[in-house]
């Protein structure tokens, strides 16, 4: 029976090559979409799962006003051998990663950040070595561990376990001995260090209170709990010895977060270190991937109904010799089983050939292979069968239900039911059809105007270079002054901070306990980043005292009084408004601009940004003059910097990804939604066929018969769209508010999207439309 | 083997109900051949859905094989239909998809045959109809005369008690229609049970009994005395 079912399942596969390449295209490219989230979501998902005590490791974070993964690294030796809950503690920092710089043959290079561990962190996070021993590689102040890849990299062709690494630590070098070679450590890895230090080496060259200080946020703690720990109970006594031991200014709100939750839940948790993920993106993606499933199921459905309503004839016969429902019903299962598992074998290439353009938008590395990805290509396996059951079985159900003698009359297959779950399933259709084109109508403009809004300074031509710690305002003055002599550098500034976020972002109360924010500049800052003052004059040389207020800041304080040369400011420290500059975005546009002053103070107490603004046309030059000054008077740093514009780009790079993933999301839904679009015109087409060529022979033109095929579609599109607005209005405005700046909803966004909705909906149909209406009248009438 | 007491069948629709049998009684023996006749629209192909268990009568009584099967579900009805009864049809109804081996072989599949005995009782069908060495040929491969040869195997392939033959010969020409009517009487003379709607009182005369219906009645019943030797 088997046998006969597969026979008749390939022969009509071949026979109706035409309508099965839709459906394999259609599903193929659903499934590959749908896989490559799942994939994503997979990846997500699996972060630190390997990890033998992944249900017993927590990490410690603030839980106050705002969380903070950042604890203090006296709090592993204060609460020792305190808490029999605790098995293991450990401490990991990351420190001047702007910074992190080796010198190997007399290069200079930056290497991805450091971090500085206790010995502890070989056992909790299950790292493996290839070299070395977990319990004393950490021990010796003077030692580092590196990975095989970096080994590799550094002293090619040789083996670097017990070689020196020369490593820069603040302004000084450091000879350190390789203790260990790590293994390659799995990607989805909380922790993924290319160089570990030992934290006692900190404890050596910091010099200030780091390691004692309970005001010093500088690590991140993790626990290595014994089984069974209850760690509600655990939490409360950890605040609780913690609030009796610290000073009294220091006020413990610790929580305990599982290691299998850091990765994913951690988006509001401040001063993270390591790779981090969003649940909500997650879902977000996960959501889509069912949207998509969905109408490449519908498109399924759609098309096998149009194919199987060509073969009612064959369903009649095999009732009439004796098969039963479930005979047909078995037989229906096969079929669109076997099409599903040709469509899984084509989504699976899609799958490899968009994986890295997948791991490119998504900034992941996925991987698939059989043995590490078991699960989702059972997972990939299991979504295949169940498409081919649930649209199998829809459509299996519809026809094994008719009566034989229904299926010899060419009567009418639909009932009423029946056709009101295929205007269901086209409408579910619709609406997501117009939803997507909205959405990517929307996001595309938010991420327009994000690029075209006018920030308040000037974003292009301005690179910055992190000043080196340790360096002094006498060499900076001989590097600016070097740099003012080119023709191709128009102006440099130093300050504390640039925006977006290049450098230390400091607030300061000057009355009230009202913050604002901080920024140490010199005299150059307003011309190197072009910001316009709206009153007053800049600030001067030797001048303390005198600040910059913003727009904000000004009207905060003084609302419209008209601005004079001698106001002041602040209660206890005073300060003197020489004048008031144009607002400007220190932040991206997500958050409103905020009261800000400009001081020219000590520089050399902060870390610093260089900003170099380069004349036009000349940004090659500029950038080669920078560098030979730098290498000239900072030979021991290295000559790193980046353009404003493509900090920018690296802080939107999230929802430009969901932009470009949405985009191609509406794509391809249109082209599936289109293709069943097709099928269900064509479908119409054959139903009518009798009613057409009665309708020619009486005269009909060829706009009526496509107009009376088209009708219906339109009306369902259109009832669609107007159920689409209002739910992608509202998505739409949550989306919107992620930005403090964003784009009005305005009508004609949705009016656009229903217009290219309606007019590809509209082509699709009037194609297959018109030649059912131009085909013969005689042949639609001959077997009547 | 068949009797029915005032077999009725209407169709309703919302506004309009039309009788397409009204109180048919009627009484088929085991080893006839009878002929249904009558003009279009009078309900035969509505009394042979019915007498084929394809459809459902809406009122009165249909005994098939001394059992009361009028208010029989679908699923007993195919149960019933495949055991004892083989089907003939004007259009010949072969599956294009399956070659004439497999359409053949589609009855026993649903009666579960086993595969070696399967393939003897096809393999005698084909011999016997003349169309063995079409085995592997699909359907539009054949003349029409050969196509409902194959669906007379078909058929015959399960040892059906019964074959219904609506109209067997309305796609042939003469000397095609004449085979076919042939092998019907062949399949009566071996003892087979035939039912036969036709149009043509030549055909019609090949039973032994010709029911005439009109306006869903059966108006005679004309009994012959000619048997075909």
């Given amino acids: 029976m088997l046998k006969s079912y597969f026979k008749i399942a390939f022969r009509n596969l071949i026979k109706n090559r035409n309508y099965a390449l839709i459906n394999i295209i259609g599903l193929s490219l659903g499934m590959a979409a749908v896989f490559v989230i799942t994939r994503f979501v997979f990846e997500e998902l699996s972060y630190d799962q390997d990890n033998q005590f992944k249900n017993r490791i927590y990490r410690v974070y603030h839980d106050g006003k705002e969380k903070s993964g950042a604890t203090q690294a006296i709090l592993t030796t204060a609460i020792e051998d305190k808490f029999p809950e605790i098995e293991k503690t450990v401490r990991i920092g990351k420190y001047w990663q702007d910074y992190n710089l080796i010198r190997y043959e007399n290069r200079i290079e930056k290497v991805e950040p450091f971090y500085f561990a206790d010995p502890e962190i070989f056992d909790v996070l299950n790292i493996p070595l290839l070299q070395g021993n977990t319990e004393t590689c950490l021990d010796d102040p003077d030692a580092v561990v590196i990975t095989r890849q970096f080994g590799e990299k550094y002293f090619p062709g040789q083996n670097p376990f017990g070689k020196i690494l020369t490593i820069r630590y603040g302004n000084s070098f450091y000879d350190r001995k390789i203790t260990a070679i790590l293994d390659e450590i799995p990607k989805n890895t909380y922790l993924n260090p290319d160089v570990l230090l030992p934290l006692k080496f900190l404890e050596q060259v910091e010099q200030s209170d780091l390691f004692t200080n309970w005001g010093f946020n500088s690590v991140t703690t993790l626990f290595l709990l014994k089984k069974n720990a209850e760690i509600e109970q655990l939490t409360a006594k950890l605040n609780n010895f913690v609030s009796a031991l610290a000073p009294e200014w220091f006020k413990p709100d610790y929580r305990l977060q599982p290691l299998t939750r850091v990765h994913l839940y951690s988006s509001d948790i401040s001063c993270r270190i390591g790779e981090y993920g969003d649940i909500a993106q997650v879902r977000l993606y996960g959501a889509i991937a069912l949207i998509i499933l969905i109408i490449a199921c519908i498109n399924f459905i759609n098309l096998s109904l149009v194919q199987s309503s060509r073969r009612i004839k064959e369903i009649g016969v095999r009732k009439v010799v004796g098969a039963g429902r479930s005979a047909l019903v078995y037989q229906s299962l096969l079929e669109s089983i076997l099409l599903s598992v040709i469509s899984l074998a084509f989504a699976f290439l899609l799958l490899k050939l968009l994986l890295p353009f997948a791991n490119q938008i998504f900034n992941r590395q996925m991987q698939l292979s059989l043995t590490e990805n078991l699960s989702f290509f059972l997972v990939m396996i299991f979504i295949a069968l169940l498409v081919g059951l649930v649209c199998g079985g829809s459509t299996a159900l519809i026809f094994s239900s008719l009566k034989p003698v229904t299926l010899f009359s060419n009567k009418q297959i639909y009932s009423s039911g029946n056709s009101l779950f295929k205007r269901t399933m086209l409408a579910f259709q619709f609406v997501t059809f117009c939803g997507l084109i909205i959405a990517s109508l929307v996001i595309r403009n938010q991420m327009i105007y994000l690029s075209g809004k006018q920030l308040g300074y000037n974003t292009e031509q301005v690179m910055v270079i992190m000043r080196p710690p340790g360096d002094t305002n006498k060499k900076y003055n001989v590097f600016a002054s070097q740099l003012q002599n080119h023709s191709a550098i128009q102006s440099v500034t130093i300050s504390s901070f640039v925006p977006p976020v290049f450098g230390n972002w400091i607030t300061q109360s000057l009355e009230k306990d009202e913050n604002m924010e901080w920024v140490i500049a010199d005299t150059s800052y307003l011309s190197a980043l072009d910001m316009k003052l709206v009153a007053g004059r800049n600030l001067r040389e030797n001048e303390p005292g005198a600040i910059l207020l913003n727009e904000t800041a000004y009207k905060k304080r003084f609302s419209n009084q008209p601005f004079t040369p001698d106001m002041e400011i602040g209660t206890d420290n005073k300060k003197r408004i020489v004048g008031v500059v144009q607002d400007f975005h220190t932040h991206a546009l997500y958050q409103k601009i905020d009261p800000l002053f400009i001081e020219n103070a000590g520089i050399d107490d902060f870390i610093a940004c260089i900003s170099i603004k380069l004349s036009a046309g000349q940004i090659p030059e500029g950038i080669q003059q920078a560098k030979q000054i730098w290498q000239k008077i900072y030979p021991n740093d290295l000559f790193s910097f980046q353009f404003i514009d493509e900090k920018f780009d690296q802080i939107y790079q999230n929802d430009e990804q969901f932009a470009q993933l949405i985009s191609f999301f509406t794509f391809l839904a249109v082209v599936i939604a289109c293709m069943g679009l097709f099928g269900l015109i064509s479908f119409t087409a054959v139903q009518r066929t009798k009613e057409i060529g009665i309708r020619k022979t009486l005269g009909a033109t060829i706009q009526n018969i496509a107009l009376l095929l088209c009708r219906e579609y339109l009306i369902i599109g259109m009832i669609s769209f107007v159920f689409a607005v209002p739910i992608l209005y509202y998505l739409m405005e949550i989306w919107l508010q992620r930005f403090a700046y964003h784009i009005n909803l305005d009508w004609w966004i949705f009016a656009l999207s229903g217009l290219i909705a309606f007019s590809i909906a509209a082509l699709t149909v009037s194609f297959q439309a018109i030649k059912a209406a131009t085909a013969n009248p005689v042949e639609s009438l001959r077997y009547e | ?229």
């Avoid at chain 2, 005994?63 to 239909?81: D, L």
């Avoid at chain 2, 169309?131 to 054949?142: T, V, W």
């Avoid at chain 2, 030549?202 to 005395?225: C, M, P, S, W």
């Fill in chain 2, 1 to 229: 083997m068949i009797r029915t007491n005032n077999l009725t069948k209407i169709y309703r629709t919302e506004e309009v109900e039309t009788t397409a049998l009204g109180s048919v009684n009627i009484e088929i023996n085991e080893g006839e051949f009878v002929s249904i006749m009558g003009p279009s629209g009078c309900g035969k192909s509505t009394l042979m859905n019915i007498l084929g268990l394809l459809d459902n009568p809406s009122g009165g009584e249909y005994h098939f094989i001394g059992t009361e099967v009028s208010k029989f579900t679908e699923r007993q009805r195919a149960h019933m239909r495949k055991e004892n009864i083989g089907f003939v049809f004007q259009s010949f109804n072969l599956i294009d998809e399956l070659t004439i081996y497999e359409n053949v072989e589609l009855p026993l599949l649903y009666l579960k045959t086993p595969s070696s005995e399967r393939k003897q009782m096809v393999e005698k069908v084909l011999e016997h109809m003349q169309i063995m060495h079409r085995r592997n040929h699909f359907p539009q491969q054949l003349s029409g005369g050969q196509q409902q040869r194959v669906a007379v195997a078909r058929a015959l392939v399960a040892n059906p008690k019964i074959i219904l033959a609506d109209e067997p010969t309305g796609n042939l020409d003469s000397s095609h229609g004449d085979e076919v009517m042939k092998m019907l009487t062949d399949l009566n003379e071996a003892g087979t049970t035939i039912v036969m709607v036709t149009h043509s009182p030549t055909y019609a005369e090949y039973g032994n009994r010709v029911i005439h219906l009109f306006d869903g009645q059966v108006v005679t019943e004309n009994y012959k005395e000619k048997f075909h030797v």
